[in-house]
């Protein structure tokens, strides 16, 4: 440990030292009744309030970091989501080009089984990627 570094205490370690120290006023004072008279009165009603104003000024000033992210992470999703489902629009809409435009000559097998067999690729690709997004 460096021994030119500052020593930082925290909120919790803060407290102790002030009970501590409220404590051993009491103590050392012997005058018991004019300290809690001083913890008692009213000025000293207001310094809770002070701070839990404060707390929750901290506390909602603390999350708006953490919303930001959430939100832009949201965000990102949303439009991955847009994405992948304007590519399966595409590909359905060609695919039912394709379709309509095979169906137009039902006398040839090998066309409607090759554009069958194109059309189950192509719904597979689209369930693959259906399946990635959800």
């Not at 004072?29 to 809690?36: K, M, R």
């Not at 949303?78 to 000559?105: G, Y």
């Not at 693959?128 to 997004?133: A, I, S």
């Amino acid at each position: 440990m460096n021994p030119l570094k500052k020593l930082h205490l925290g909120p919790g370690e803060q407290v102790i030292l002030i009970v501590i120290g409220v404590l051993a006023l009491i103590v050392l004072t012997g005058n018991h009744q004019t300290i809690l008279n001083a913890l008692y009165s009213p000025t000293a009603a207001i310094i809770p309030i002070i701070m839990l104003v404060e707390y929750l000024i901290l506390k909602g000033s603390d999350r708006s970091v953490i919303y930001r992210r959430e939100l832009d992470l949201a965000r990102e999703k949303r439009r991955d989501d847009l994405l992948a489902l304007r590519t399966m629009e595409n590909e359905l809409v060609d695919l039912r080009a394709r379709i309509d435009s095979d169906m137009k000559q039902p006398d040839n097998q090998a066309l409607l089984q090759e554009t069958a067999a194109h059309a189950r690729s192509r719904v597979e690709q689209m369930l693959t990627l259906l399946r990635g997004r959800i």
